[in-house]
């Protein structure tokens, strides 16, 4: 028996909401990509979800899945 998509994940992926949180702003971007020349721990995410506009990276390792929220959320 499968079970639905809404599942825990254990991987990020393109087009995933991510919680940004800067001390003072929270933001909720979009994964623009995954994959990042020479780091496999750093994702790029940004507002539209562009693999080229302006945007940031993030490392992946302080991000978990939260089921209740649909979307990544910092761990601490």
């Known amino acids: 028996m499968r079970r639905k998509r809404s599942e825990n994940r254990a991987t990020m992926r393109e087009g995933d909401r991510i919680l940004i949180d800067k001390g003072i ?21 940004s507002k539209s979800g562009g ?10 390792s302080d991000y978990a899945w939260s089921e209740k ?7 601490h």
């Not at 933001?27 to 995954?34: G, S, T, W």
């Not at 693999?51 to 992946?60: N, R, S």
């Open 69 to 75: 929220n649909q979307m990544w959320v910092p761990k």
């Open 25 to 45: 702003s929270r933001k909720v971007m979009i994964i623009a990509r995954v994959e990042i020349p020479h780091s496999n721990e750093k994702i790029f995410v």
């Open 51 to 60: 693999k080229f506009t302006i945007g940031l990276k993030v490392w992946k």
